[in-house]
């Protein structure tokens, strides 16, 4: 069913008022609907009722923004005192937008916060103030490694952003991982079979039944390269933040586990240089047979977000009930 945006904002954010104050809700949600505009279903609103009953078992404490601890002039190591993963992102970037306009370039490192959803977002907002960003973060061991059949490796997702000039931007996020666990929760919960080659069952065999697959474990994209990348952060990610690795790493699929993964933001000042005419050029490329043109990352987001806002946000009947039950 189509939620005008406005409803369903103001019906979110409610929610999450029974838990904590409205700064930290409209954080919470503001991520959330970000995602669910831009057709990042798995982390939009779907999370929401989970993100309420954390809290309530105690393993989230919304009333937190971190405590930090500049272990260097650029390096910051934030403890996320179990708070809200967007408020103890935000208030670790912000430290960071201080220091770098005079370091250079400053780096965040978190631990003990909860999901932070997509990291496209905070690269996004960087890049609009001027600022380079990469963001890395970890989750629970949900990819299999190359030639393997159990989950060893989180889904260790990347984004990138930076303006290129005229107050435009380049934003790109994508999982190391095929897939989200998200998007195979979504089917599920939408009783749509996954494509073939996304994940494996419970016993290392290809399936396309979602529910099979939460059990499962999703492939690593683009075979042993994204295997190596997603292997790659998940020790850098760990060992900066100094989380929790591979199948030890809970907490951001389940209710009452306490979240242990990692996160890593990097901030530079800059770039001063126009990279248009670059990006325009790659833009004016004549399409391969089976596209109508070629496209810049972030793009198809970027327009999704404009035309959903526009036009309402598809949800499940049964998830619009349980936020506006979670409202009252």
Request: aromatic fraction near 4%.
């Amino acid at each position: 069913m189509i939620i005008d945006l406005e409803t369903l904002r103001k019906t979110s954010v409610s929610a999450l008022l029974n838990l904590t104050g409205p700064d930290h809700a409209a954080q919470q949600i503001d991520l959330l609907l970000d995602a669910d505009l831009r057709g990042i279903s798995s982390h939009g609103v779907l999370r929401l009722p989970r993100i309420a009953q954390r809290i309530r078992n105690g393993v989230t404490d919304p009333s937190q923004t971190g405590c930090h601890n500049w272990r260097g002039e650029g390096f910051l190591q934030v403890d996320g005192k179990r708070g809200l993963g967007p408020v103890v992102a935000n208030a670790a970037i912000a430290a960071l937008e201080d220091r770098v306009r005079r370091t250079g370039v400053a780096m965040a490192a978190i631990t003990n916060s909860n999901h932070i959803g997509m990291l496209g977002y905070y690269c996004e907002a960087a890049a609009l103030k001027g600022l380079s960003m990469i963001a890395l973060s970890t989750s629970e061991a949900l990819v299999h490694p190359w030639g393997g059949r159990r989950a060893m490796i989180g889904t260790n997702p990347v984004a990138i952003g930076l303006p290129v000039g005229g107050g435009e931007i380049f934003m790109m996020d994508t999982a190391t991982g095929l897939v989200s666990m998200g998007e195979i929760h979504d089917h599920a919960n939408r009783s749509v079979p996954i494509p073939e080659g996304w994940a494996l069952d419970g016993e290392g065999r290809p399936t396309t039944d979602a529910e099979a697959a939460k059990s499962g474990a999703i492939a690593p994209f683009g075979g042993p390269k994204g295997y190596a990348l997603g292997l790659a952060f998940e020790l850098l990610v760990s060992s900066l933040a100094d989380a929790a690795i591979g199948r030890d790493v809970t907490g951001t699929l389940d209710d009452d586990t306490i979240c242990n993964k990692g996160d890593v933001f990097i901030l530079a000042d800059g770039p001063v240089a126009d990279m248009r005419p670059y990006l325009d050029a790659i833009r004016s490329e004549m399409p391969a047979e089976g596209f109508d043109r070629v496209l810049i990352p972030g793009e198809r987001g970027r327009a999704s977000r404009k035309t959903r806002a526009a036009a309402g946000i598809d949800l499940p009947e049964t998830l619009w009930g349980d936020i506006r039950n979670l409202a009252g």
